[in-house]
C-alpha cells in the first residue's frame, strides 16, 4: 500500500493527536511518541498501562524508537498531508478540553461520569470499544465532574439525602447522614425527571397560551391601528366639512352685504342726482328772477313777471334721516353672537369627544369576583418590603424592612430624592400590579394604610397619604375608619381593628380594604382606573412606638 493512499491518523499519536515524533511500539502493538508515553506513564500512579486498551504491565516496558514508523511518518511528511487537526477541533477558553490530550488540547466530545474524565474524540474510543468502559455513563461534556465528589471521603456521591436535600457519597449515608432519608441519586433524579417534565407541560402550555394571546394582542394592535387611522381620516373630513360650511356662510353673508351696499348706494346716488338736477333747475329760476329784478323799465318789469311760472313743489322732504356709521354694524354683532355659541357649542362636545376617545380600553379586564374567605385572599398574598431610601428620617424600619416605627429621633441623616420630608411615611420597594393582597399589623393612636404612585409628591400638604389624586389611604384607628382619596374623607361605620388586609386588582381598577380578625369584613371598595403601577404606604404619627408592619403569610 503506498504511504500516500494512508490518512494522517493512521501514523497520529493517540496521546497528542499529532504526527508520530520518535515513533515507540509498546508490547501490546500500540505506538506513541517517546515523549508523550513517557509523559503518561511518569503520571500514572499504577501499574504501567496501555491508553488505548489499557493493558497493564508487571514492569514498564523498556522503549526502543521503532525505525520503519519513523521512516513512514517522514515520508508522510513530504507528501504535504497535514498533520495537525484543525484549529476548530482544539479547546478554547469556553470549551471542555481533553483531559487526556498533551500539549495543546483539543475539545472534549463526551465526559464520563465513572471515570470524572472528559475525552475527545480519540481518546474516548476505548468507551467505546472495550467491554469492560461500556458501562459507563458518558454525558455532555461538563466542567463540573469534580463537584460529583465528597469532599470529605473523596468518593463519587451516588447517593441523595432527602432529609438535607443534596448529593452525598456512600460513606456520607452511613456516618454524617446515618439514619436520614437517603436513595439512590438516580431514584431521586427519576422522581424529579417526572416533576421536570410536569413543569415542562406547564411552560409549553404557558407559552402556547401567551403565543395564542401575543397573536390576539397583534390583531388588537391592528385593529386599534385601523380604527384610528379611519376615525382621524373621517375626523378629519367631518371638520373639513365644518370648515367649509363655516367658509360658505362667510361667503354668504359677504355676498349679501355687498348687494345690500350695492343697493343702499344705488338709492343714495339715484337721490342724489335727483337732487342735484333739482338745484340746477333752481339756480336757472334764481338767475331769471335776478334778471327780472335788474328790468329799469317798468312796464317791461310788469308785463314779464306774470309770465313766470310758479315754483313747483319738490319730491323730497325737506330733510333725509340718516344713521351715520350704524349701517352693517349689527350684522357683525350678530355674527360675534353667533362665534360665541360655537366656541361654546365646541367646548361642550368637546368634553363629550375628549371622554369619547379616553374611554377606549382594549384590555379594560372583566372584573373578577372578589375573593370570600381570607384563604381565598392568601392566594394573592405577596412579600412587601419597606424601601429605606422613602422613609421620613424619625422612621425606624426594622424586621427585613417590614416593620416601621416613629421614634421622634432622627434615624437617617442621608438625603434622597425619594425620601419624604414632611410627614413620617414611607412606601413599598416593590410595585404592585395584577391581582396582590397584604396585611398589616398596627399599633398606636393611629396609622394611615395606603396605596400610591410612585410619583407621589415628597413634601408639602399634597404629599400626604389620601389627600391627593395620587394615593388612596384608609385611616386606622382603635375604635373606627375612614378612607381619603383627594383630600375627600369617607367615613366608615365599623369597630375598630389592629390588623387591616387590602386587595388590589390593579387591572380591574379595584381595590378593597378589610379588617381582619376572626373573619374578614369589608369596610372600603374603590372601583377607578390606575394609570401607573402602585406602591404600598404606611403614615405614622405620635406618639413614639407607634408602629406598623408588613405581615408574613403563608
Request: proline share 4%; charged share 25%; with cysteine.
Amino acid at each position: 500500500m503506498a504511504t500516500n493512499d494512508l490518512d494522517q491518523e493512521t501514523f497520529s499519536c493517540s496521546i497528542c493527536l499529532d504526527l508520530l515524533k520518535d515513533p515507540v511500539t509498546i508490547p501490546c502493538g500500540h505506538s506513541y511518541c517517546m515523549k508523550c508515553i513517557q509523559g503518561f506513564w511518569d503520571g500514572e500512579e499504577k501499574i504501567p498501562r496501555c491508553p488505548q486498551c489499557r493493558k497493564t504491565f508487571t514492569m514498564r516496558p523498556v522503549l526502543v524508537k521503532n525505525t520503519m514508523l519513523a521512516a513512514l511518518v517522514e515520508q508522510l511528511k513530504k507528501t504535504g498531508l497535514q498533520a495537525a487537526p484543525a484549529d476548530h477541533c482544539y479547546a478554547g477558553p469556553e470549551d471542555v478540553s481533553c483531559d487526556f490530550c498533551s500539549g495543546r488540547k483539543l475539545k472534549a466530545i463526551k465526559s464520563c461520569l465513572v471515570c470524572l474524565v472528559s475525552y475527545c474524540e480519540k481518546h474516548l474510543q476505548p468507551h467505546l470499544d472495550v467491554a469492560a468502559f461500556k458501562k459507563h455513563k458518558l454525558v455532555e461534556p461538563s466542567k463540573n465532574l469534580q463537584e460529583n465528589i465528597c469532599s470529605i471521603h473523596d468518593e463519587v456521591m451516588k447517593m441523595f439525602c432527602r432529609t438535607d436535600q443534596k448529593c452525598i457519597c456512600y460513606l456520607c449515608s452511613v456516618e454524617e447522614h446515618r439514619g436520614h432519608d437517603t436513595v439512590s441519586a438516580a431514584a431521586e433524579r427519576t422522581e424529579r425527571q417526572r416533576d421536570l417534565e410536569e413543569s415542562q407541560q406547564q411552560i409549553q402550555q404557558r407559552i402556547q397560551d401567551r403565543e395564542k394571546e401575543v397573536k390576539l394582542l397583534q390583531q388588537e394592535v391592528e385593529a386599534i391601528n385601523h380604527s384610528a387611522d379611519q376615525t382621524v381620516k373621517d375626523s378629519e373630513k367631518i371638520f373639513t366639512q365644518m370648515i367649509r360650511l363655516i367658509q360658505k356662510r362667510s361667503f354668504d353673508v359677504k355676498q349679501q352685504i355687498r348687494s345690500q351696499q350695492q343697493t343702499e348706494v344705488s338709492r343714495v346716488k339715484d337721490l342724489q342726482e335727483e337732487l342735484e338736477q333739482e338745484i340746477t333747475e333752481l339756480k336757472r329760476r334764481d338767475a331769471e328772477l335776478k334778471q327780472l329784478s335788474l328790468t329799469e323799465d317798468h312796464s317791461q318789469f310788469l308785463l314779464n313777471y306774470p309770465s313766470l311760472p310758479p315754483l313747483s313743489e319738490s319730491t323730497h322732504s325737506s330733510s333725509i334721516n340718516v344713521r351715520p356709521l350704524r349701517y352693517f354694524e349689527e350684522v357683525t354683532a350678530t355674527v360675534s353672537e353667533l362665534r360665541d355659541k360655537l366656541q361654546e357649542i365646541l367646548r361642550e362636545q368637546w368634553t363629550n369627544i375628549s371622554l369619547t376617545v379616553t374611554r377606549v380600553d382594549v384590555l379594560l379586564p372583566e372584573p373578577e369576583p372578589e375573593p370570600k374567605n381570607r384563604a381565598d385572599f392568601l392566594k394573592y398574598s405577596c412579600q412587601i418590603t419597606l424601601y429605606p431610601n422613602t422613609a421620613h428620617r424619625e422612621l425606624l424600619l426594622s424586621q427585613e424592612n417590614r416593620k416601621v416605627t416613629f421614634m421622634e429621633k432622627l434615624q437617617s441623616d442621608s438625603d434622597h430624592p425619594d425620601r419624604f420630608t414632611d410627614f413620617f411615611q414611607v412606601l413599598s420597594r416593590e410595585s404592585l400590579t395584577g391581582h396582590c393582597y397584604w396585611e398589616v399589623e398596627w399599633r398606636g393612636k393611629y396609622v394611615y394604610v395606603a396605596v400610591a404612585y410612585k410619583n407621589i409628591s415628597r413634601s408639602g400638604d399634597g404629599s400626604i397619604f389620601g389627600f391627593n389624586d395620587k394615593s388612596w389611604a384608609l385611616r386606622c384607628y382603635p375604635d373606627s375608619f375612614s378612607f381619603y382619596h383627594n383630600n375627600i374623607k369617607t367615613s366608615i361605620s365599623a369597630p375598630g381593628s389592629s390588623r387591616v388586609g387590602v386587595y388590589l386588582d390593579h387591572r380591574a381598577g379595584v381595590l378593597s380594604f378589610y379588617s381582619v380578625s376572626e373573619s374578614m369584613t369589608l369596610l372600603h371598595r374603590v372601583q377607578t382606573t390606575f394609570t401607573q403601577k402602585l406602591h404600598a404606604g404606611v403614615l405614622l404619627d405620635y406618639p413614639v412606638g407607634t408602629s406598623a408592619e408588613l405581615c408574613k403569610l403563608k
